[in-house]
Antibody, heavy 120, light 108 residues
Framework: EVQLVESGGGVVRPGGSLRLSCAAS????????MSWVRQAPGKGLEWVSG????????GYADSVKGRFTISRDNAKNSLYLQMNSLRAEDTALYHC?????????????WGQGTLVTVSS | EIVMTQSPATLSVSPGERATLSCRAS??????LAWYQQKPGQAPRLLIY???TRATGIPARFSGSGSGTEFTLTISSLQSEDFAVYYC??????????FGGGTKVEIK
């Protein structure tokens, strides 16, 4: 069974940092691109960042560019999101999601998410 | 950035009826469009990709159509488990992947 399990969320003060992790299982992790998608409480979905199969290509939403860094460790079947200079508007449930083999397209499946709360 | 606009925001439908959800792109995304279903407390689930291809395990009552800037998700006969929020997403413009604001399908 394909599984994605996020961790690392929590409460952090504005300006602080947090590192999210996503543990993948049930598939050949280094065959697939991956992304982070967030959902603020009661709001819609927002793509945050994506990375290709070997980490050689990454992309970021304008709202997080220069503050967040996506990375992966294929030996550990893990995806990461380093979040710096956090703001109140970064408060959200952060999901990791897998792209299809053909490239950066739709997301399937999604993890259940890890909650990040930025508050003083 | 390609803006995705979904309508209506809320759709009230009786069980067994047909539901038609719309998604409009601010510029052409070809057929690079997906639809997701999200129930409360759950992660989104992929329903449709390539504008019209059902994902694995998705019932035939879900169908997608359209290309360019206008897209439709149709649920032919609503079941109780279909009441949820539905999102469209374009992937024509990497790395600017964008979602619509969602349509909530509620029981009439």
């Amino acid at each position: 069974e394909v599984q994605l399990v996020e961790s690392g969320g929590g409460v952090v003060r504005p300006g602080g940092s947090l590192r999210l992790s996503c543990a993948a299982s049930g598939f050949t992790f280094d065959d697939y691109g991956m992304s982070w998608v967030r959902q603020a409480p009661g709001k819609g979905l927002e793509w945050v960042s994506g990375i290709n199969w070997n980490g050689g290509s990454t992309g970021y939403a304008d709202s997080v560019k220069g503050r967040f860094t996506i990375s992966r460790d294929n030996a550990k079947n893990s995806l990461y999101l380093q979040m710096n200079s956090l703001r109140a508007e970064d408060t959200a449930l952060y999901h990791c999601a897998r792209h299809p083999l053909r490239g950066a397209a739709e997301f399937d499946p999604w993890g259940q998410g890890t909650l990040v709360t930025v508050s003083s | 950035e390609i803006v995705m606009t979904q309508s209506p925001a809320t759709l009230s439908v009786s069980p067994g009826e047909r539901a038609t959800l719309s998604c409009r792109a601010s510029q052409s995304v070809s057929s690079n469009l997906a639809w997701y279903q999200q129930k409360p407390g759950q992660a989104p689930r992929l329903l449709i990709y390539g504008a019209s291809t059902r994902a694995t395990g998705i019932p035939a009552r879900f169908s997608g159509s359209g290309s360019g800037t206008e897209f439709t998700l149709t649920i032919s006969s609503l079941q109780s488990e279909d009441f949820a929020v539905y999102y469209c997403q374009q992937y024509n413009n990497w790395p600017r992947l964008t979602f619509g604001g969602g349509t909530k399908v509620e029981i009439k």
